[in-house]
């Protein structure tokens, strides 16, 4: 009696297993593929941001450009753009800044997304009449490559604690003053932007004199105007 008794039961687990066995592995494997499905929709997110580095904000400004306009860092948001300090009248270092300069203006000068801050640091010369004539012979283009000046001590204040360029007044050298050849970053958010150097440091700044930074600077820009 026993042993009809076994069979029984072994026989009910035998058909129990054919017949159910296969749909709760169907059923787990769906679960795993909709869960899989899930996690691979939740997980996946889309964004632009590039690998360039975040140094702060750049600061407030509001000077007058060659058409007596006037233009502040509001006058660049959606943009990305570049900012450097000169003076017309500069016999070393600020003609190969503005050469330099022109090489990043004619790479992106049919974006409108991309403007030039270019700021004098002898505004008491450089009148809106002088930036314009200094354009125009340096061939340099685009609605929003602006040469501004302004107020000589906002001016200082803007390079020196603004953005930490040095630009100071030094009659004893040739020209009366003295600037950083560097370029500064900004992205559309008005963020200073740099990329690392080959020591994982954030280099900050361009190099606005050698082809080295002139070549890093734009393909930094490309990467700013695509996020």
């Known amino acids: 009696m026993k042993n009809k008794s076994y069979i029984g039961t072994a026989f009910i687990i035998l058909v129990f297993g054919i017949y159910f066995v296969p749909k709760i592995i169907d059923k787990i494997k769906n679960e795993d593929i909709v869960k899989g499905d899930r996690l691979n929709i939740e997980g996946t997110t889309t964004s632009n941001k ?37 003076f017309s009248t500069c016999p070393s270092i600020c003609p190969i800044m503005n050469r330099n300069m022109k090489l990043v203006q004619e790479a992106f000068a049919s974006n409108t997304n991309f403007g030039i801050a270019s700021i004098t640091i002898n505004p008491f010369n450089d ?3 002088v930036l314009k004539k200094h354009a125009e012979m340096i061939n340099a283009k685009g609605v929003n490559w602006h040469f501004l ?35 500064a970053l900004i992205d559309k958010n008005g963020d200073i932007r740099c990329r690392k150097d080959e020591f994982g440091n954030p280099i900050i700044y361009y190099d606005g004199l050698e082809e080295k930074g002139v070549k890093a600077i734009k393909q930094d820009i490309t990467k700013l105007l695509a996020e």
């Open 127 to 129: 009148t809106p009449a």
């Open 50 to 86: 590039s690998d360039l580095i975040t140094i702060g904000k750049a600061p407030k400004f509001s000077l007058t450009n060659q058409e007596e306009v006037t233009i502040s860092d509001e006058s660049y948001k959606g943009k990305v753009y570049v900012v450097e300090f000169f």
């Open 149 to 183: 000046t302004g107020d000589k001590a906002k001016i200082f204040e803007i390079a020196n604690k603004g953005f930490n360029l040095f630009a100071g007044e030094n009659k004893k050298v040739n020209g009366g003053f003295e600037h950083s050849g560097f370029f």
